[in-house]
């Protein structure tokens, strides 16, 4: 559902298109719709988007926003993570309201997880 003047759509950089529907289909279970050969797009993800053909990253050092998943399970969600070719930059930390882990993706963007469940 569009809602006026709301977050409707994210773009993210991505390198490696293929590498990337990999990665987010083997952790997250995603889908992909390709647009051409330098854009894919993901929906109905909680946030609708899509990744563009770039050698740029995505990262808070950068100044970059952070999007954060949620998980009922971090350490399970770290695990795939890690299966699937992502780094965690971050390991799990307390934070007031849980706990989160930084990850990239095998692109080199930036995520986080967070968790109300503990660790």
Known sequence: MN???KTNYVELPAKDLQ???D???KVFD???ADYGSEYIAFSKEGLDGGFYKSDLSSSTTNGSALIVFYSN???TTQ???I???GSIIKPIFE???GHRFHFSDPNGNEFAVWSDKGV
């Open 95 to 97: 934070f007031p309201g």
């Open 3 to 5: 809602v006026h003047e």
């Open 83 to 85: 299966d699937a070719d």
């Open 79 to 81: 695990s795939k993570i």
């Open 30 to 32: 995603w889908s992909f």
């Open 23 to 25: 990665f987010f289909t």
């Open 73 to 75: 399970d971090l350490k």
């Open 19 to 21: 590498a990337t529907k």
